[in-house]
Structure formats: C-alpha cells, structure tokens
C-alpha cells in the first residue's frame, strides 16, 4: 500500500526531484483509444493494463469474487484522467527488460480513488495484480507522477512477499528498537513526519514504518532515481548492503536485470 494520495504527491516529488519529465499530451485520437494503447503498453512488460468498472479488475485463473479485497473501495476512474496514468506507467516500464514485469504480476488496473479502511490511497495490490489512483481533482503532472512510481512501488511487494529468505535478510539490517506500525492509518500518518536519519537504513518515513514499505522504498528509488540511489549507498554501508538484498532478489526473477543494475552503477556499490 503506497501513503495516502497527497503525501503520495509531496513524497513522490521530493524523491524524484527534477530527474522525471513529462512526456507530450496525447492527439485527440490516442485518447479516443485508451484501450488499444493500454492494449500495446502492456505487450511491453506481458501483462494487462486494464480500467473501468472495478468489478472487472481480476485476472484469471481467478474469478470476479477476486476482485473485491477487505477493506478496500474502488471508484472507477474518469477515462479523461487515465492518458496521464499510461504515461506514468510507460515511463515506469521503460527502466525493465521486456515483459520483465509479466513474471512478476499479471495486471496493472487504474481506478479513479482507493480507499482503504477510510483512508485514501494512491495504490496498493491484489491477488496478483497492483491498482493505481488516478483521481480527478489533481494536475496531470501528479497522476502521471503517481502511476510511474507506484509500479515499482507496488509491484516489489510480490518480490517481498514471495521470497522468505529475502525477508529474513532484509529484516535482519534493521535497527534492533524500531518499532514499525500495523495499522494502515498509522502507516499513513507516522509517513507524514520527518524522514529518519540515513544511517538507520531507511530512505524515507513511510519506509520505516514497516519492512514492507522499507523494501518497497528501496525498489522505488532504484528504478525511478538511481543515482540517488547510488549516492546514498556510497555513503552509507547499511544502505548497500540492504541495495544488494534488493538487486539480488530481482535478478533472480529476471537475470537481465543484473546488466540494468551493471548500466545503473548500483551492482559496483552494492558490492561495496
């Protein structure tokens, strides 16, 4: 689960810095053919992109039931609003191999807002599947922003959640006191404050709030921002060793990965 939508935002920003740009607004014609380029965007990474009627959000071999999850709501999404999401969702799949993120998941869905135990969020995931908001009352710029970066938000929790050794690992690095949060609303709220100091491992709030979120944060600075990423780790030994956890759990999904992280500088700095 990503932060509620407007600490989404004012995270996302201030973690991307000026390194994102905007991709050029859509002809009219590409809008009238939201599907078909939902259709071809995901081709890239062999999953489905898929939006509209929520009830509709499941992938077989599972069934409409599927679609629901406890405590969260979905509102279908504006068809106005979803060009900026694919381009977000675009810009996100160009830092993976091809079809890299169909081993992983088998569906991208937008919604207009998810609500999760009353609290507003800008993405979270299903059975195997992650869901991005894409609400109407924001800027184009910050729907855009929002999608590209819950990609790789959302989708590092199948990495996480599917891989015990990792988190055993990964879970080991913390700090032997900290107390991390179990309830979503708190999860919110404490991702609010003031990010703790580098050297407790943790690159943002929100990720030190869970190891979860910890190692959702560390997949969303590698892929949206690695030479950020590359420069904490220089700096920091913990958050090497915690960036080689990472590298090495994706590059066991896919092995290419491993000349995308070589290109990136980040393998030569995780090896420390």
Known sequence: MRLSRRVVLVAALAMAGGGFYLLNRPTGSENDDLEGLA?????????????????????????????????VAFEPVDRAMVTASLKGIAKAFDAYPEKC?????????????????????GGT????????????????????????LDVHHETSSF????????????????????????????????????????????LSAY?????????????????????????????????????NLVLRAYMEIDPRLHETFSRMGLLAIAAG
């Open 125 to 148: 995931y299903g059975q195997d599947w992650i869901f991005v908001a894409s609400p109407r009352n924001l800027p184009d710029e910050s729907r855009q922003l929002t999608a590209e």
């Open 39 to 71: 259709r071809k965007l995901g081709e890239q990474q062999g999953l489905t992109i898929g939006f509209g009627d929520p009830k509709t959000f499941f992938m077989p071999p599972y069934v409409a039931a599927d679609a629901q999850i406890e405590g």
């Open 207 to 243: 990720g030190a709030t869970t190891a979860e979120n910890d190692f959702n944060t560390y997949a969303e600075v590698i892929f949206s921002d690695p030479a950020r990423m590359k420069d904490m780790a220089s700096k920091v030994p913990l958050v090497a060793k915690k960036l």
């Open 159 to 202: 990495v996480w959640l599917r891989n015990s050794p990792l988190q055993a690992a990964f879970k080991a690095q913390e700090p032997a006191d900290w107390r991390f949060e179990t309830d979503a609303a708190d999860q919110v709220s404490r991702g609010q404050g003031a990010n703790p100091p580098i050297e407790t491992g943790f």
């Open 101 to 121: 993120l169909g081993r992983i998941i088998k569906a991208i869905f937008i919604a207009g807002k998810i609500v999760i135990n009353g609290a507003e969020v």
